[in-house]
């Protein structure tokens, strides 16, 4: 069964300081896709980034970075000297691929609520 | 407007009323999406369509009933619901078929049932 698992549940940063996110995944197929959302107050979920299993480059942009290593079943998100404005809830989420080339439905994680402090 | 738009964006109701949610989408995808979140709880997929056929309903009471007369809107109609029914209710759209199957979602509909 696939699953999601998002460990830290809170983390709270100064500004500027880097912080990580990390989220670990569960899946038996070969080819799979792994997203980032963002949820800010306002409750919308923004999509950040999606990666497939056969790209394993990690990627960056701007201030976010995203680490994708395989033989750990890992995708972790980076925000290097982070702002205020990126206080929000995070959900890293996997979907697998079906017959007919359709996509399987997202399972998500529970989230990290980062918190950004002036 | 642009993106995927949800109405109303908060909503108190009684046990015994009977209200809709809308979701509509303005991206030309052809899958759409309800998910419910609550506090300290992943998000939960409720229903989601395919062109417009449902395909997917994962154990959801009847009291709420889904809608998706094309593929450019969804409803999510609620009767009799509880109090622990009050969640987030997001609604998303994607490209079901293709490499890009992100998930685009909306604003939510804060929904309070007392």
């Known amino acids: 069964a696939q699953k999601v698992t998002q460990a830290q549940t809170e983390i709270s940063v100064v500004e500027k300081e880097d912080v990580t996110l990390d989220c670990v995944y569960e899946t038996r197929d070969t080819t799979y896709y792994l997203f980032w959302y963002k949820q800010p107050p306002s409750g919308e979920l923004v999509f950040l980034i999606r990666?497939?299993?056969?790209?394993?480059q990690n990627e960056i942009s701007g201030r976010y970075s995203w680490n994708f290593q395989k033989s750990t079943s890992s995708f972790n998100f980076t925000i290097t000297a982070s702002q205020v404005v990126d206080s929000a809830v995070y959900f890293c989420?996997?979907?697998?691929?079906?017959?007919?080339?359709?996509?399987?439905?997202?399972?998500f994680g529970k989230g990290t609520k980062l918190s950004v402090k002036p | 407007e642009t993106g995927v738009t949800q109405t109303p964006r908060h909503l108190v109701m009684g046990m015994t009323n009977k209200k809709s949610l809308k979701c509509e989408q303005h991206?030309?995808?052809?899958?759409m999406y309800w998910y419910k979140q609550s506090a300290k709880k992943p998000l939960e997929l409720m229903f989601v369509?395919?062109?417009?056929?449902?395909?997917e309903n994962n154990s959801v009471p009847s009291r709420f009933s889904p809608e998706c007369p094309n593929s450019s809107h969804l409803f999510l109609h609620l009767h009799t619901l509880q109090p622990e029914d009050s969640a987030l209710y997001l609604c998303?759209?994607?490209?079901?078929?293709?490499?890009?199957?992100?998930?685009?979602f909306g604003p939510g509909t804060r929904l309070t049932v007392l």
């Open positions: 989420a996997l979907s697998e691929k079906r017959g007919g080339g359709s996509q399987g439905n997202l399972i």
């Open positions: 369509y395919n062109f417009k056929e449902q395909t």
């Open positions: 990666r497939n299993s056969f790209d394993e």
């Open positions: 991206l030309g995808h052809n899958a």
């Open positions: 998303a759209s994607s490209q079901v078929r293709g490499p890009y199957n992100e998930q685009f």
